[in-house]
C-alpha cells in the first residue's frame, strides 16, 4: 500500500501527548533522583528512595503501555509503535533500572 494511502487515526486528545513526553523525558526524573539518594544515604534496607525508585520506573511502564494501546502511540522516530515495541522498552527500562539500583546500592556501601 503507498504511503499515501495509509491513514493515521488522529491522537485522542492532549494526554497522549502528554505520556509520551513522561515516557520518554520527565518519567526518568524521579528514578534517578532517587538513587542518588539511594547511593548517598543509602543503609542497605529499602527506605522511602528505594519505593520511589521502583515507583517511578513501574510508571514509566504503565505510561508507555497506555500510550499504545489507548493513544495511538508513536516511537521516537514518529513511527506507529506496536506491543513488541513496549515489549523492547519494558526489557530496556528493567535492565538499565536494575544496573543503575545496583550501582547505586554499590555506591551506598562504597561511601
Sequence with gaps: MPESDVVSAPPKGGF??????????????A???AAVI??????GQPGVADAVFALGLIT???????????YNGKTGEGAPATMADFRRYAV??????????GGAQ???RLL
Aim: contains cysteine.
Design 60 to 70: 514509566l511502564l504503565a505510561a508507555r503501555f497506555v500510550d499504545i494501546r489507548s
Design 38 to 43: 539511594i547511593a548517598r544515604e543509602g543503609e
Design 16 to 29: 497522549g501527548c502528554l505520556l509520551r513526553i513522561y515516557w520518554m523525558f520527565a518519567g526518568c526524573v
Design 92 to 101: 530496556g527500562v528493567v535492565l538499565i533500572g536494575l544496573a543503575v539500583y
Design 106 to 108: 554499590a555506591l551506598a
Design 31 to 33: 528514578p534517578a533522583y
